[in-house]
């Protein structure tokens, strides 16, 4: 069974620091592509940021552009999401999602196009 796995999410001050991870089960994740995704209280899920199968194509949201890095390690079969200088609008459930990607296009921040999602992990950004 495909599954994804986040972790990493927890409590952390404004202008901290985190990693997620995204680990996958049941499948490899060579030739997916994986989005992170984020779900504020009462706001609609937002993409965060994307990364294509081969890792050489990545896209972020203008929201998090300078603060964000995603990359992978298909060895280990994971994504990370590593964040600095959070702030408190940062603070959401964060979900990765994977979408089949064998031709290594480029990836895009749009919530329709992945197919498998985790079950999230909760970033809070307070003092």
């Known amino acids: 069974q495909l599954q994804l796995v986040e972790s990493g999410g927890g409590l952390v001050q404004p202008g901290g620091s985190l990693r997620l991870s995204c680990a996958a089960s049941g499948f490899s994740l060579d030739y997916y592509a994986i989005g992170w995704f984020r779900q504020a209280p009462g706001k609609e899920r937002e993409g965060v940021s994307c990364?294509?199968?081969?890792?050489?194509?990545?896209n972020y949201a203008d929201s998090v552009k300078g603060r964000v890095t995603i990359s992978r390690d298909n060895a280990k079969n994971t994504v990370y999401l590593q964040m600095h200088s959070l702030k408190p609008e940062d603070t959401a459930v964060y979900y990765c999602?994977?979408?089949?990607?064998?031709?290594?296009?480029?990836?895009?921040?749009?919530?329709?196009?992945?197919?498998?999602w985790g079950q999230g992990t909760q970033v809070t950004v307070s003092s």
């Open positions: 999602a994977a979408v089949a990607n064998p031709g290594d296009s480029d990836c895009f921040l749009e919530i329709g196009a992945y197919d498998y």
């Open positions: 990364i294509n199968s081969s890792g050489g194509s990545t």
